[in-house]
């Protein structure tokens, strides 16, 4: 008999032994040997058919389905996770999982992993890269769920057919742009784009450039021609601009007074062509060739008056004028001449009755009116220490009566003879002093010396000028 049995026979004896007594009594029972030992082994068949459950329940067989491609698995792993790991499954960060990896599995469950591939895409211009679990290039331009019309797929032209995507998910037309042409051919499904086009008999060089385009009209291949080269070329390097305090300029003045000088360097370019006409360029190595040579801004600092700007020969009157120079720079000056707003009057009350304005006057040609000491008696005794008595005084009195008035600003109009002896040119006089323009003690000394040099004496000068005009 079996141990359960036995068991189960054991336990009925003791129960039909205790209902043959009538009252109960005191006893005290002890299993035989044989009991035991069947008692023993009955407990542990029942143990171990308890583990056996239990181990049948941790055990499972799943489906894993990778990219359209399904294997049964057995595994003793309880989560999602577990089960990929001990089938030596690798889940990217963008791969797609079903159920999620934290699930827990149970007994025939299928787990679905979709790999995912990273794509060009282009937006508008901007290009970014996007990953897709999509089958084809069409269903990567539908999953990214942008506007068809902006959206466009560069083509992966990887050597390995099995990397490459699939343009399309089932036979369609789709149109090829190639070199300005189009043309319509028919795209099989699970054919990808470099297959396609190699079936048409384009030919395509490593550089050249395929997108795929999703638009109302349809799908369409574009394909960009790329050419490259590498090629020496001259570069412009910018000079800096230095700014330096001037007292040569009224405050608020400037200007360029050293022109800067670009240097130049030699750069060899690659430089990129997209079907002849856009084109990317950027520089391998420089070397340069000559140094720049930095611009010098000079700013004013000389204080502005009326008075120092009648002496600079600008007007009292005259403002601040921003100007384009001949040589491209930009410069802020006083720029208004003496007298182009002011009058000789109010010339002469804003810069004073002194030397200096009467100089910047004459020098821009405004007619003046002496109204120091007359000059004549200021002439006499410079007369009379050459040893020239008053007749020759009264001779010389004459002829600057007829040339000047005796005016020390008197300017020939049309000649340029200037001065009380109208000098030609009046810069003759500078050898006489410094202010030959305003100081007639100056100008008649420097008369006198021509008129001794050239005539003797001041009467021979008249009836020469008594002649012929002048003298």
């Not at 026979?9 to 040997?33: D, F, L």
Request: overall charge negative; some cysteine.
């Amino acid at each position: 008999m079996g141990a359960v049995a036995g068991l189960r026979s054991i336990a009925r004896t003791s129960v039909t032994t205790s209902a043959r007594h009538s009252r109960p009594r005191a006893h005290s029972w002890e299993p035989s040997k044989q009991a035991v030992l069947v008692t023993a082994s009955a407990a542990g068949f029942v143990l171990c058919g308890i583990a056996g459950i239990g181990v049948a329940h941790e055990h499972s067989t799943v489906n894993i389905e990778v990219d359209g491609v399904i294997r049964p698995v057995s595994t003793w792993a309880h989560s999602v996770s577990g089960v990929l790991n001990e089938a030596g499954v690798e889940v990217a960060e963008h791969d797609l999982v079903q159920p999620s990896i934290h699930q827990q599995v149970s007994d025939g469950q299928t787990i679905v992993v979709r790999t995912a591939k990273p794509y060009t895409l282009s937006i508008d211009g901007s290009r970014k890269t996007l990953w897709s679990t999509a089958p084809s290039a069409e269903g990567v331009l539908a999953d990214m769920g942008v506007d068809s019309g902006k959206a466009i797929l560069a083509v992966d032209r990887s050597q390995s057919r099995s990397s490459l995507t699939p343009l399309v998910s089932q036979t369609r037309q789709v149109k090829v742009i190639v070199d300005g042409n189009t043309r319509t051919i028919t795209a099989r499904e699970g054919m990808d784009t470099r297959s396609i086009l190699e079936k048409e008999g384009i030919t395509l060089s490593p550089l050249d450039r395929v997108e795929v385009k999703s638009t109302a009209d349809g799908l369409s291949i574009d394909i960009h021609k790329v050419t490259r080269s590498l090629a020496p070329r001259k570069v412009a390097i910018p000079f800096e601009e230095h700014r330096q305090d001037s007292d040569q300029l009224f405050a608020g003045e400037e200007q360029v007074t050293t022109k800067g000088v670009e240097g130049e360097a030699e750069e060899m370019t690659w430089s990129e062509n997209v079907d002849g006409g856009e084109r990317f360029e950027a520089p391998l190595n420089s070397k340069v060739v000559r140094e720049p040579s930095a611009q010098i801004r000079s700013i004013g600092t000389k204080e502005v008056t009326p008075k120092a700007l009648i002496e600079a020969g600008l007007d009292p009157k005259a403002t601040l004028e921003e100007k384009t120079e001949e040589d491209g720079t930009r410069s802020i000056r006083y720029r208004a001449k003496l007298g182009t707003l002011s009058s000789a009057a109010e010339i002469t009350a804003a810069g004073g009755n002194s030397a200096e304005v009467a100089q910047a006057m004459v020098a821009a040609n405004i007619p003046l009116t002496y109204s120091g000491e007359d000059p004549r008696s200021l002439a006499k005794p410079l007369v009379a220490a050459r040893g020239w008595g008053d007749s020759e005084f009264q001779c010389l009195v004459a002829l600057w009566n007829r040339e000047s008035h005796w005016n020390p600003y008197a300017k020939n109009a049309s000649s340029g003879a200037y001065g009380i002896p109208q000098a030609l040119p009046g810069s003759k006089m500078a050898s006489a002093g410094a202010d030959w323009q305003t100081n007639p003690v100056t100008q008649i000394n420097w008369g006198l010396g021509y008129i001794a040099g050239r005539y003797g004496r001041p009467c021979s000068a008249l009836a020469h000028s008594n002649s012929v005009g002048w003298y």
